[in-house]
């Protein structure tokens, strides 16, 4: 059984740094895996992907600030968010899918096979 655990949420003030992390278990090396947020009144929203091919692609929102990666060792991937804004307050999910076609983040917002639990981040200003 496929399982996907975030840990690393909390709560921080303006500027500061959390990083969130996402173990997976029952399931190989993923085609790409990625990070999502959901804050109260918006639409789940793409936050960063990586792709077995060593790619990322990060929402226009947190570029320069966060920094996806992966240790495949661990079998974890990794979300190192910096420069936090209160616009950052939301639950984060990890999502991943080993089917090529899933891996765009709107494909892998939409319709991506594993997700975890979430996380809560809240920035307070």
């Known amino acids: 059984q496929v399982q996907l655990v975030e840990l690393g949420g909390g709560s921080v003030q303006a500027g500061g740094s959390l990083r969130l992390s996402c173990a997976a278990f029952?399931?190989?090396?993923?085609?790409?895996s990625g990070w999502f947020r959901h804050a109260p009144g918006n639409e789940r929203e793409g936050v960063a992907v990586a792709n077995s091919d060593g790619s990322t692609s990060y929402a226009d929102a947190v570029k320069g600030r966060f920094t996806i990666s992966k240790d495949n060792a661990k079998n974890t991937m990794y979300l190192q968010m910096n420069s936090l804004e209160p616009e950052d307050t939301a639950m984060y999910y990890c999502a991943a899918d080993y089917r090529p076609w899933a891996c765009p983040i709107e494909t892998l917002r939409t319709r991506g096979k594993y997700w975890g639990q979430g996380t809560q981040v809240t920035v307070s200003s």
């Open positions: 029952g399931f190989a090396e993923s085609t790409c």
